[in-house]
């Protein structure tokens, strides 16, 4: 046999599967088809449960997965907001940039914020223990904490 002739063979087989493929999985996810099929035996199977499913669903978006605090954001839109006595009586922020990592876009590692015992890496955006870090550049960090800012800057 050529060799033309053995690749045309072989992308023959290969469009076939493809295509018996395809129709299989149109078949599999129309479960009315399954129904009208000329097969007896043939019944509708279920890969998964639809109730698992849901209760799996509902157990990760309640975990809020990429939130770095894993905790909600905070009150509701509809719920009243009513300041705390404790915001007043909070210590004053001991925060430190310990390095800067990259280049634009940057990182930062900053330590002292509370709740983390260590340095923590963060991004212009990101919103730790009531800590929003707005801005980073090469060698300063600017945070809002609350209604201030504060300004760190790298230590050389």
Not at 37 to 58: E, F, H, I, K, N
Not at 61 to 77: E, I, K, M, Q
Not at 118 to 127: E, F, H, K, Q
Request: zero cysteines.
């Amino acid at each position: 046999m050529k060799p033309w002739m053995l690749e045309r063979v072989l992308w023959a087989i290969t469009l076939g599967a493809g295509a018996m493929t395809v129709g299989q999985v149109l078949l599999a996810s129309n479960p009315s088809s399954l129904d009208d099929s000329p097969l007896p035996t043939m019944s509708r199977v279920l890969m998964y449960d639809p109730g698992l499913l849901r209760d799996a669903a509902d157990s990760v978006a309640s975990s809020d997965p990429f939130r770095l605090d894993r905790h909600s954001s905070g009150p509701t839109v509809d719920s009243p907001v009513t300041p705390s006595p404790s915001a007043a009586t909070a210590p004053p922020l001991l925060l430190e940039l310990s390095g800067v990592i990259g280049g634009p876009p940057w990182r930062a590692i900053v330590s002292g914020i509370p709740g983390r015992e260590a340095g923590v890496v963060v991004r212009a955006g990101d919103t730790l223990g009531g800590i929003r870090v707005r801005t980073i550049k090469r060698d300063t960090v600017v945070i809002r904490a609350g209604d201030s800012t504060m300004t760190l800057i790298l230590k050389k």
